[in-house]
């Protein structure tokens, strides 16, 4: 999907496939390569990494300023701390609250309960609603009694990794319910003997929530026109740090032009349609779309990379 | 207090005293210099700055091995993030979980409640409490029923710096009350014509809590502890770094030796006593001692420092 949408939006992407042997040695000089080369703007390494390869170590060498998936612990502690601004914001949190902000969802003295505490999804995203002043409970495989929890929300992040977990009387009425799951789940009437489901019982809650996203669909896409936003911003402060000489010797009064407004050139469209099982519910749907504008163009028929 | 404290324990601490209108530059040279000080192993900077000063930019100049505080972002980061270790745990959310240790309050499958989101406290301990496997709510100025929210847990981290703001009726009978705050509330019947309190309105609720810390004392005595104790630690690791070789060149097969056992000899006592207003609740005091063992003395007469 990745692939995909970079083709549609004009990134070039390329893939460094190496064999699941590959020393530790191996793969960080590769990484290494990768920080250093100036036509390559976002690094992402797909996880998880065989065994014999210590996965923090080869994240800590991403050049934190290509770390597009946002991993890197200077990153986090920037994001949980009130003052500071991150590099980038992950990912999948910033697309779960890009999807409510999308869909008119106010998140401002709401109770939001995050189900999970991964560090791709759960911690971050509790970090970014906390930032923005959102009262947050996080809820994992230990807590007690979850369903209690969840069931006073009026929103519920669910990000445990366990398939159809949060079931519809897990919830009271009317939250916005944002899955974030993705669980391959047998299914002897799809070729593939398998299908993809979330971390919450969608048929049953689909019939009590407010607004509900669906998997596959929702979180997924969002999490890649993230990506694609992340790398972006990253490509138009390369393209700034290009041409400010260029403009400097061109216009010597300093000039305004920053290409930093250009990410308002991705159109993320959030679809909305009524819930089958229950009228009052909302699905959303996502369709990325970055716009190749005029300024898009001049900026990269200026710079000379 | 800080510096009683290092002087009891045989820490040699001295201050740097600069003028309010120091300039940035000289606050960072000064700061480079203790860096670059091999007899210096913890760097504290007293906070807050005066307002010409950027506080972001001096803290992230302090090297982040002598950074005692543990305020550095990536510090910070790595302390949020499941299978990292910070260098330094935060000395007050270190020293509200270490009280609740030592008077044998387990937090497993707990509920607790911590009202404020500062970096200082509210954020950092929500944060070890999460990696503790605790249910953790993060209650602020924003969340529009703090009281609803407070009276549902085992154990509530008062860290809001609100003069008595959680009174007794707030909580349910018989949690375990950590009062972080410490504020100046006007009382002529003072010499100073101030006295301390917590956030917490301990008349009220020492009658309903199981156990609660005072205002002073509980949790400030214990902050000052965890600083020494965090100094200690990267003192020990200057000495294990220092005596490696020596040990080397004299045993040549590699030695068990290492003072990170050293910590071990930091005791820090934990008294309980009857609350007079409630016979059922205990208060929660504190004195910290750190021995000067044989092994101590042993390797500072070794090691050449």
Redesign the interface.
């Known amino acids: 999907m990745k692939r995909k949408a970079c083709a549609e939006v004009g990134i070039k992407s390329f893939d460094v496939d190496l064999l699941e042997q590959v020393s530790e040695a191996e793969l960080i000089s590769k990484v290494h390569e990768l920080n250093a080369n100036p036509d390559v703007h976002g690094i992402l390494v797909q996880l998880p990494l065989p065994k014999h390869v210590n996965e ?1 170590k080869v994240l800590g060498e991403i050049s934190i300023e290509k770390d597009v998936d946002g991993f ?13 601004e991150p590099l980038f914001q992950l990912c999948t949190a910033k697309g779960c609250l890009e999807l409510l902000t999308r869909s008119g969802i106010s998140i ?2 709401k109770k939001v309960v995050v189900v999970g ?3 791709m999804v759960g ?1 971050p995203v509790s ?1 970014l609603l ?1 930032k923005a ?8 495989s ?3 009694d979850p369903e209690t ?1 969840v069931r006073e929300a009026d929103i519920v992040i669910a990000a445990a990794g366990q398939a159809m977990m949060i079931k519809g009387s897990w919830t009271k009425p009317g939250p916005a319910v944002i899955d974030v799951g993705t669980n391959a789940v047998d299914d002897p009437s799809k070729k593939s003997g398998y299908r993809l489901v979330g971390d919450v019982d969608f048929q049953e809650a689909c019939k009590v929530a407010g607004w509900i996203t669906t998997v596959p669909g929702g979180v997924g896409p969002m999490t890649v026109a993230m990506l694609l936003k992340n790398t972006l911003d990253i490509w138009c402060k390369a393209c700034d740090r290009a041409l400010r000489p260029y403009l400097q010797t061109k216009y010597p009064a300093p000039s305004d032009l920053s290409c930093m407004a250009l990410p308002q050139n991705i159109v993320l469209r959030v679809w909305q349609c009524h819930c089958p099982c229950n009228p009052n519910a909302c699905i959303l749907f996502l369709l990325e779309n970055l716009k190749h504008t005029d300024a898009f163009h001049l900026l990269s028929n200026t710079a000379g990379f």
Not at 72 to 84: F, V
Not at 133 to 140: G, L, N, Q, R
Request: net charge positive; aromatic share 0%.
């Open positions: 923090e890197h612990p200077l990153n986090i502690g920037k994001l949980a701390m009130k003052g500071r401002k003295r505490r991964s560090n911690l970090l906390l002043d959102v009262t947050v409970t996080v809820v994992h230990r807590t007690p929890l």
